[in-house]
């Protein structure tokens, strides 16, 4: 943190710096990008499918959950790649849990949205 840069000030920058990281994510990322158009077409479905907040958190959050992972992974992408270019075991092995994570988050979002369509319909 820079002097002088507590409180509202810090909470200012630190929102600035956040949306920074979005708006790199959704130029640079395709990844992203689709995770987040599947997102947006599957948020009001939510509140839709969803009888009731617990339902509307847990499929509202499973799709959060997708695009944190997506930017952790990203982030973690870009930093190897700052490293440089050529290949090395533990970059590769750092990219592929990274990937691995992404993999896990869109498995627990998918099975998320399944039982609780499930339960609507079926149950």
Not at 3 to 29: C, D, Q, V
Not at 53 to 60: A, F, G, N, S, Y
Not at 70 to 75: F, G, P, T, V, Y
Request: overall charge positive; charged content about 20%; hydrophobic content about 55%.
């Amino acid at each position: 943190m820079k002097p002088g840069h507590r409180g509202w000030r810090h909470l200012i920058h630190s929102t600035h710096y956040s949306l920074k990281g979005l708006k790199a994510a959704f130029r640079n990322e395709a990844a992203f990008r689709q995770e987040l158009g599947l997102c947006l077409v599957l948020l009001p479905l939510a509140l839709w499918l969803g009888r009731g907040p617990v339902e509307w958190i847990l499929l509202v959050g499973s799709c959060l959950l997708v695009l944190i992972v997506e930017l952790l992974n990203s982030a973690i992408e870009s930093v190897v790649d700052r490293i440089g270019p050529e290949r090395h075991e533990l970059s590769g092995r750092a990219k592929d849990i990274g990937s691995a994570a992404v993999m896990l988050a869109l498995m627990l979002a998918g099975l998320t949205w399944v039982l609780v369509a499930w339960q609507r319909f079926f149950a």
